[in-house]
């Protein structure tokens, strides 16, 4: 068995959607983001910090 991971940088709307569609498309995958600012931070310096919720909901968390 071959461990594939991918590191995604950025946890805005184009690196959770990368990762999301990484994590449907491959079973057996590892993704690991990496970034300054997650969505739960209600920092000025993420731009969509709500984006969360719909990213959730497409992976079945939600």
Same mark, same amino acid.
Do not use: C
């Given at each position: 068995?071959?461990?594939?991971?991918? *590191? &995604? *940088?950025? !946890?805005? &709307?184009?690196?959770?959607? %990368? !990762?999301t569609?990484?994590?449907?498309?491959?079973?057996?995958?590892? &993704?690991?983001? *990496? !970034?300054?600012?997650? +969505?739960?931070?209600?920092?000025?310096?993420? %731009?969509? +910090?709500?984006? *969360?919720?719909?990213?959730?909901?497409?992976?079945?968390?939600?």
């Amino acid at each position: 068995m071959v461990n594939k991971r991918v *590191v &995604v *940088v950025g !946890a805005g &709307v184009s690196g959770l959607s %990368t !990762a999301t569609l990484l994590l449907q498309q491959e079973k057996e995958i590892k &993704v690991h983001l *990496v !970034a300054n600012h997650f +969505p739960e931070d209600l920092s000025g310096e993420y %731009t969509s +910090p709500w984006y *969360v919720v719909n990213v959730l909901y497409h992976i079945g968390i939600l």
